[in-house]
């Protein structure tokens, strides 16, 4: 059996099930193929389509592979392959004329882009990742002392000692009877004041 080249050429970056129909995002795609990162980058801001914001995502996290898993410098680099495919496709409807519908198609793409060094070098193998630092070990608490109960009438007359007065529990109040709207508004009436009164 033939042993199989492991090193790869190119960095690549996907993003899949994205809202935007396959054929605009390929016309966007098709502008940066084959350029540098930063004529790509240019490229993709000044571009008025919808799908341009979506590719400049995916070729931002190509470089940042870049960066971060082979230690490149994101700006050396070209776009060596930028292609979208076709996804699901949502199928929605919208009302029409005399109680008919028509149907929307929502469609979704597969948008992958790729980056190399200019010189067709191999990319370099991944750097090695860092170990995870196990977190630090929790000390035990320290074992709880037993609360003391004050002891029972009988175990405390079988020792000795006097028991403590029992206390009743505090009973809750019942909180007082709101008045309504309509008890509000009247006006508390007056007793007529008798001769002897006044």
Known sequence: ????????????????????????????????????????????????????????????????????????????????????????????????????????????????????LPSGEAIPAPLPQPEAVPPPAEEAPAEEQPKRRAPTREKAEEAGEEPKAETKPATRRKPAAKKTSGEAAKPARRKPKTEEES
């Open 1 to 116: 059996m033939a042993a199989v080249d492991t090193q790869r050429t190119d960095v690549r970056a996907e993003a899949r099930y994205v809202r935007a129909a396959p054929r605009k995002a390929a016309l966007v795609a098709d502008q940066i193929r084959g350029r540098t990162v930063p004529e790509a980058r240019t490229i993709l801001t000044f571009m008025t389509r919808d799908a341009a914001l979506d590719v400049r995502k995916v070729l931002d996290s190509a470089v940042a592979n870049a960066e971060a898993n082979h230690g490149l410098v994101g700006d050396e680099l070209y776009v060596s392959g930028a292609f979208v495919g076709a996804g699901p496709v949502l199928k929605r409807w919208r009302a029409r004329a005399r109680g008919r519908v028509a149907r929307i198609r929502k469609r979704t793409c597969h948008i992958t882009i790729e980056l190399a």
